[in-house]
C-alpha cells in the first residue's frame, strides 16, 4: 500500500536530496537514492507525464521522503534561482545528488558541470546505469511494457511492474459461463500492451497467485476491460475497492474467438500455464 506522505518530515533535518523526475523509481533512481545521507530527501520534479509510478505512489519504493515540486511552477527559475529555492526550503542542505544527465533551470539550460559551480556543497554525479550494455530508462521500460516483454520491464524496475486500480462490476458472463474475475478502472497507469498475464493480486492486502487479462474483450462485448482470475480461491470477496496488479509475465496477446467454447478453453489453457509457472 501507499506510504505515508512526505509533509509530516522535518526539512530542517535534512540535508542531502536526489533530484529527478523518478518514474518507476527504478534501478537507476535507486542508485541516487543509496547516495543520500541518512537525512536525505527525494525531490521528484512533477512534469505531469509520470505513468509508470504516478505522484502519489512513488513513496512506497523508497524509505526516504518525497517533496514534490510542480515544473509549471519552477520552469522560469534560473541555474541560481532554482538552487536558492532549494537551499531555502531545505535549510540544512550540504550534499545534491543527481544523473549524469540533469538538466535544470529555465529551457534546462544548466547542466552537472554548472550545479558545481552555483551549489557550494557537495554534488554526487551518478554515472549512467546499464544493464547488458543497455541504458535503464523510464522510456525504454515504457516501450517494454508497451511490446508485452514485462520480465524485461521488470528487471529495469528492480521489481514488478505493478497497477492499482479501482473494482468495478464486470459484465457478469466471466462467473457464468467462464471464471470468475475482478475487474478493475485504471485512470493513472501505464498499461502493458494488450493480453494475458502471469501476475499477483493484490486485495485487502493479501497477495494471490493470478493470471491477468486487459485489452478489448473481441469474442463478447467488445469493450476494453481490466480484468484478473485469483487462482485456486473461489467467491473472493473485495472489501476495499482497491486492487493491486503485478505483472510477471505474459502468455498472449489479446486475440478474438470464432466461439465461447473456444474463448473457454484457451481462458482454461492460460489458467493451467499460470498454475504451472507458481505450482
Do not use: W
Not at 76 to 100: A, H, M, P, Q, R
Not at 160 to 167: A, D, Q, S
Amino acid at each position: 500500500m501507499k506510504r505515508s506522505s512526505s509533509i509530516l518530515i522535518n526539512k530542517e533535518n535534512i540535508d542531502s536530496i536526489a533530484i529527478g523526475g523518478f518514474d518507476g523509481m527504478h534501478i537507476a533512481h535507486q542508485e541516487l537514492f543509496n547516495n543520500l545521507s541518512q537525512n536525505g530527501a527525494i525531490i521528484s520534479i512533477e512534469t505531469g507525464y509520470a505513468s509508470l509510478t504516478p505522484k502519489n505512489y512513488r513513496q512506497e519504493y523508497s524509505r526516504f521522503p518525497i517533496f514534490y515540486y510542480d515544473l509549471q511552477n519552477i520552469k522560469e527559475l534560473n541555474g541560481i534561482e532554482f538552487i536558492k529555492l532549494l537551499k531555502s526550503d531545505f535549510k540544512n542542505l550540504k550534499k545534491i545528488v543527481v544523473g549524469f544527465d540533469f538538466c535544470f533551470g529555465k529551457n534546462r539550460a544548466c547542466k552537472v558541470d554548472d550545479l558545481k559551480k552555483v551549489f557550494d556543497g557537495e554534488v554526487v554525479i551518478i554515472s549512467e546505469i546499464k544493464l547488458d550494455n543497455f541504458p535503464v530508462h523510464s522510456r525504454y521500460i515504457r516501450e517494454f511494457l508497451l511490446n508485452g516483454q514485462i520480465e524485461q520491464a521488470n528487471r529495469f524496475l528492480g521489481k514488478e511492474y505493478k497497477i492499482y486500480g479501482k473494482h468495478i462490476i464486470g459484465q457478469g458472463i466471466g462467473k457464468k459461463e467462464f471464471v470468475a474475475t475482478i475487474n478493475l478502472s485504471i485512470d493513472e497507469f501505464l498499461l502493458p500492451q494488450n493480453g494475458v498475464y502471469i501476475s499477483k493480486t493484490i486485495v485487502d492486502d493479501c497477495e494471490y497467485n493470478s493470471i491477468s487479462f486487459l485489452g478489448h474483450r473481441q469474442t463478447t462485448d467488445g469493450n476494453f476491460a481490466v480484468e484478473t482470475h485469483i487462482l485456486n480461491v473461489d467467491n473472493l470477496e473485495v472489501k476495499d475497492n482497491i486492487v493491486q496488479i503485478k505483472f510477471i509475465k505474459q502468455i498472449r496477446e489479446n486475440k478474438k474467438f470464432d466461439s465461447f467454447l473456444e474463448l473457454k478453453n484457451e481462458i482454461l489453457n492460460d489458467i493451467n500455464i499460470a498454475k504451472k509457472y507458481f505450482y
